[in-house]
C-alpha cells in the first residue's frame, strides 16, 4: 500500500516551452502533497505545499508564478513548469501525506527534468 | 533555520562489514527524526523514525537513536549486504507537524560483495 506514482518519468522539452508534472497516490487519499527539487548529488529541496482545494503554500526564493502547482483532487497534483529554462533541468519529487494522523510521507520515483 | 547535516560520501564498504552513517541535526524545539532510502531508480522509502528522546528506530536490521544532548540520529547496521546499496537520507521534521521534512544532503552507500 501507500504507492505514489509520478508522470512522466523523465521528460525533455525546448526552452520557453510548458511542462506538466503528474503526482498520484494511488492507494490512499492526500490531503496534503510536498514537491521537491533535486540537484545531482546533492538534498531534496522542499518546493512547495499543496493542500487539496487550496492554494500551495510556496518556500521561500521559490517562483510561484513559474512553478504552477494544483492539487484538484485527494488524490492528484501537478507541478506545471512554465517559460522552461536549462537552469530548470532537474529532479523533481512528490510526496503525499495521507489523512491519517501519522504525518508520514510517501514518495514518488520522481521525475527527470531536461531543458535543451 | 533547521537543518540537517550527512557525512559525506560515497561510503564504500564490504558485505559484512559494520555500517556507520552520522547525522547531526539543528533544530528549535524537538523535531522528529527519520531516515529515507533511495534505491536506484525508486522513491524513497521510510527506513526508520523516532519521535523523542532516547527513542530507537529500527527496520531491516537498520538502528538509529534519538540523541538530545549531542542532536545526533547516526545510523548503523552491523552487517551490511550488497543490497543496502543506496542512497541514505537523514532528515527531520518540526513540532508544529506541518509535515514538512528538512533533509540532509544523503550518503551513498556502496556495499562490495
Known amino acids: 500500500g501507500a504507492v505514489v506514482s509520478q508522470h512522466p518519468s523523465r521528460v525533455i522539452c525546448k526552452s520557453g516551452t510548458s511542462v506538466k508534472i503528474e503526482c498520484r497516490s494511488l492507494d490512499f487519499q492526500a490531503t496534503t502533497m510536498f514537491w521537491y527539487r533535486q540537484f545531482p548529488k546533492q538534498s531534496l529541496m522542499l518546493m512547495a505545499t499543496?493542500?487539496?482545494?487550496?492554494?500551495?503554500?510556496?518556500e521561500q526564493g521559490v517562483e510561484k508564478d513559474k512553478f504552477l502547482i494544483n492539487h484538484a483532487s485527494l488524490t492528484l497534483s501537478t507541478l506545471t513548469v512554465t517559460s522552461a529554462h536549462p537552469e530548470d533541468s532537474s529532479f523533481y519529487i512528490c510526496?503525499?501525506?495521507?489523512?491519517?494522523?501519522?504525518?508520514?510521507?510517501?514518495f514518488g520515483p520522481g521525475t527527470r527534468l531536461t531543458v535543451t | 533555520g533547521d537543518s540537517v547535516t550527512q557525512m559525506e560520501g560515497p561510503v564504500t564498504l564490504s558485505e559484512e562489514a559494520f555500517l556507520t552513517i552520522n547525522c547531526t541535526y539543528t533544530?528549535?524545539?524537538?523535531?522528529?527524526l527519520f531516515w529515507y532510502v533511495q534505491y536506484p531508480g525508486e522513491g524513497l522509502q521510510l527506513l526508520l523514525k523516532?519521535?523523542?528522546?532516547?527513542d530507537k528506530g529500527s527496520n531491516k536490521g537498520f538502528e538509529a537513536t534519538y540523541r538530545k544532548e549531542t542532536t545526533s540520529f547516526h545510523l548503523e547496521k552491523g552487517s551490511v549486504q550488497v543490497s543496502d546499496s543506496a542512497v541514505y537520507f537523514c532528515a527531520l521534521s518540526d513540532r508544529g507537524n506541518t509535515g514538512k521534512l528538512i533533509f540532509g544532503q544523503g550518503t551513498t552507500l556502496q556495499v562490495k560483495p
Open positions: 523516532a519521535t523523542k528522546a532516547d
Open positions: 510526496s503525499a501525506q495521507s489523512s491519517g494522523s501519522t504525518y508520514e510521507q510517501y
Open positions: 533544530a528549535t524545539g524537538y523535531p522528529s
Open positions: 499543496s493542500n487539496e482545494g487550496s492554494k500551495a503554500t510556496y
